[in-house]
């Protein structure tokens, strides 16, 4: 028995152990940078019903793949699997609105941050004055939705434990559920709230916070090279500083 509990769990940490990732060298060998994209998460990536995928982080994949030197290639991923996709070498970069959080450091890199945000709710514009601190929220007759996997569900399950709190698994056509009335909101990053509100005008708004619920670094998350890092904070800099990144986004948000 103690035989095959010890082979048994050699196995098990060589099944987690993360793949070897790509280094920049390999990267430009191959010609093509694989950059991890949600598309549920709009202004940075959406995913059309044509199956294409845009956004201001699409551009910005682009535009870092013509940097090095190499051609794009888009690989779908998911909040739930994003961070088993990396362990598994399935993508070189995420892009899409990804925060810094410990775990996520912990076995990758993060680029210099992209942008700061935080949590604020998203409701129906009747109820914009209700919902404004976390204990209006968290009460039981309260019904908020959240998609799975990413710091939207590690937010309502740390701070609702009150509320009904009910996953939805597609991000997409989550705010639906809000504007149709079988939820009372969403808590997700403002910069998504600004841009359902628009498009969802006099039926979704902003809640009348004073401030977000907490602040987090938006940051490009990669595997572990020195060199990859490097030539991604190197191209990142001058996007941020010549304004390119704000102006793909203000156009991704109309």
């Known amino acids: 028995m103690r035989k095959f509990v010890g082979v048994a769990g ?5 099944a987690a152990a993360p793949a070897e990732a790509r280094s920049l060298a390999a990267i430009k060998q191959d010609g093509t940078l694989r950059v991890g994209l949600t598309g549920d998460y709009a202004p940075y990536s959406l995913r059309l019903p044509d199956g294409g995928i845009k956004g201001a982080d699409v551009v910005m994949a682009g535009e870092l793949a013509k940097a090095l030197g190499v051609t794009l290639e888009i690989v779908p991923t998911t909040w739930k699997t994003l961070k088993d996709d990396l362990l598994s070498d399935r993508f070189d970069v995420a892009m899409g609105g990804v925060s ?15 942008l700061t945000d935080g949590k604020r709710p998203i409701v129906r514009c009747a109820d914009k004055a209700r919902f404004v601190t976390i ?10 939705v959240v998609n799975p996997g990413g710091t939207n569900q590690r937010f309502a399950d740390a701070n609702f434990p009150h509320a009904s709190v009910r996953v939805f698994p597609d991000n997409r056509a989550i705010f639906k ?4 009335g079988r939820a009372d909101l969403m808590v997700t990053d403002g910069a998504e709230v600004d841009y359902q509100s628009r498009r969802n005008a006099g039926v979704l708004c902003p809640a009348a916070v004073p401030d977000t619920f907490d602040k987090a670094e938006k940051a490009y998350w990669m595997t572990r090279d020195p060199a990859l890092k490097s030539g991604v904070d190197e191209w990142l800099t001058k996007t941020l500083r010549s304004g390119a990144y704000g102006r793909a986004l203000a156009k991704a948000a109309e």
């Open 10 to 14: 050699i196995l098990a940490a060589l």
């Open 100 to 114: 810094v959080t410990p775990d996520r450091a912990s076995v990758g890199d993060f680029s210099v941050p992209v």
């Open 135 to 144: 204990k209006d929220i968290d009460k039981p007759e309260v019904r908020v």
């Open 177 to 180: 559920e809000v504007a149709e």
